[in-house]
């Protein structure tokens, strides 16, 4: 589970900002909360703001992260790291982006993070805290950091199995943690594998291509095993008879490929179009067929799922991501959650992250949003929502209500109406649209 993320100097952040999921001493809604050790965790959090202030930079900013984690082991001498320093004064824009994440991964709490400018790797450091552990005695299994041109490194006596080997096979533009997992440092390995098996981020709605079909995928799969049927493919039908979107059945099947049909650009070069064709062979895309009855001849209608609406199309490509999640414990991080749904429809997606009932993994959310309709306090505590806003300076400040100390929200008050009418800020400052006039 996620505790904390950190980023500093990355895009419109310039100063450090924490989005903290540790729940406040506030009593309320207590289902939105998990215990984890001795921490209470939130379950949800909601990210509010005017365009432009920063909501989707946070979550590029963990995506960006976890890109680095997941590929800097096999990037080629000199690639450049993808940061983007803040760019608005010059002493940011020469100094390097900061990342770190806090995080429970198989009962241990671990705070890993790095720095980087685009041409190398600046510091890198693991801290572990085994059950019991607190801040002022946290295991330090790694770090490192530039001094001129050479690296200090430092272990802890608590990561074992080799170190120089691995320290030396880790290049300027590579994380020790990427490289020590590729060469299956157990240890190591497991904090990898929290960016790779817990962590999800879904884009904003017009880059939906960006993440797989999940739902279509495990449809397909539900009609090959009993099990899975029984659990998924009755809770996909159920929710989308139930979202009142005029659908009763759906039926997934792979689409057959005719590799001498295919047509490739010459540009391509043949070693690429050969790996694209055994892409297809090995994993051929799926067609998604949705069930509508027709009221006068009492008969089922078909329809592809891209001929629905973008609502619907919307909604049942996040059926499948929802229902992972809380039977796997991801931590999603998206994008837009209200993207072409309904509000209705977008508070039910959280209320079904909320439930104990649901979920019982210790699954969380991290969304976006401008849906003002959600800002209730039947649906949220005032610690899961968070805004940011755009200082003079053109940098981001990320805050939580609850940490609103200027006019502090009083328990139970109408949300949405505090927030239009400006008492937490992150609003945008309009002046009348005009048509100039010659």
């Not at 001094?147 to 691995?166: A, D, P, Q, V």
């Not at 098996?197 to 009993?226: C, G, H, N, Q, W």
């Not at 009142?244 to 590799?259: A, F, P, R, S, T």
Request: include cysteine.
């Amino acid at each position: 589970m996620l505790v904390e993320f950190r980023v500093k100097n990355f895009r419109s952040f310039r100063d450090e900002q924490v989005l903290s999921l540790v729940a406040s001493s506030d009593a309320t809604l207590e289902d939105n909360c998990v215990n984890q050790d001795k921490l209470r965790l939130l379950k949800a959090v909601g990210i509010y703001g005017p365009n432009a202030s920063g909501k989707s930079n946070l979550i590029k900013a963990i995506d960006l992260m976890r890109d680095i984690v997941l590929k800097s082991a096999n990037y080629e001498p000199g690639k450049k790291l993808p940061v983007q320093p803040f760019l608005l004064d010059d002493e940011s824009s020469k100094e390097p982006s900061s990342f770190e994440v806090t995080f429970y991964h198989e009962d241990t709490r671990f705070q890993y993070g790095f720095s980087a400018t685009k041409e190398r790797i600046q510091e890198e450091w693991l801290l572990a805290y085994p059950k019991g552990r607190t801040r002022d005695n946290a295991q330090t299994w790694f770090h490192r950091s530039i001094n001129k041109e050479t690296f200090i490194w430092k272990f802890g006596s608590f990561l074992k199995g080799e170190r120089e080997s691995l320290k030396d096979k880790t290049r300027d533009n590579a994380l020790f943690l990427s490289v020590s997992a590729q060469w299956n440092n157990k240890q190591l390995t497991t904090v990898y594998n929290w960016f790779t098996d817990k962590l999800r981020i879904i884009p904003a709605k017009d880059k939906v291509l960006y993440f797989r079909p999940v739902t279509a995928e495990l449809l397909y799969s539900a009609e090959k095993s009993e099990n899975i049927k029984k659990i998924f493919y009755e809770f996909v039908i159920s929710t989308l008879h139930h979202a009142d979107l005029g659908i009763h059945g759906v039926n997934v099947e792979k689409v057959k490929i005719d590799k001498n049909k295919i047509k490739f650009i010459e540009e391509i070069p043949n070693e690429i179009q050969e790996k694209l064709l055994k892409h297809l062979e090995k994993t051929p895309p799926l067609k998604v067929e949705m069930f509508h009855l027709n009221p006068h001849t009492n008969t089922d209608v078909s329809f592809l799922l891209e001929e629905e609406s973008d609502g619907t199309q919307r909604f049942f490509q996040l059926l499948g991501p929802w229902l992972e999640a809380v039977s796997k414990g991801y931590t999603v991080f998206i994008d837009e959650l209200e993207a072409s749904l309904h509000p209705l429809l977008t508070r039910e997606l959280i209320k079904f992250i909320q439930d104990p009932a649901n979920n019982k993994t210790g699954a969380q959310l991290v969304f976006a949003t401008h849906d003002v309709t959600l800002l209730d306090p039947e649906l949220f505590r005032r610690d899961q929502i968070w805004f940011t806003e755009k200082e003079r300076g053109g940098d981001t400040k990320l805050y939580s209500m609850s940490d609103y100390k200027e006019r502090k929200p009083r328990k139970g008050e109408a949300m949405q109406k505090g927030y239009l009418a400006g008492r937490y800020g992150a609003i945008p400052i309009l002046e009348a649209f005009s048509i100039p006039h010659g």
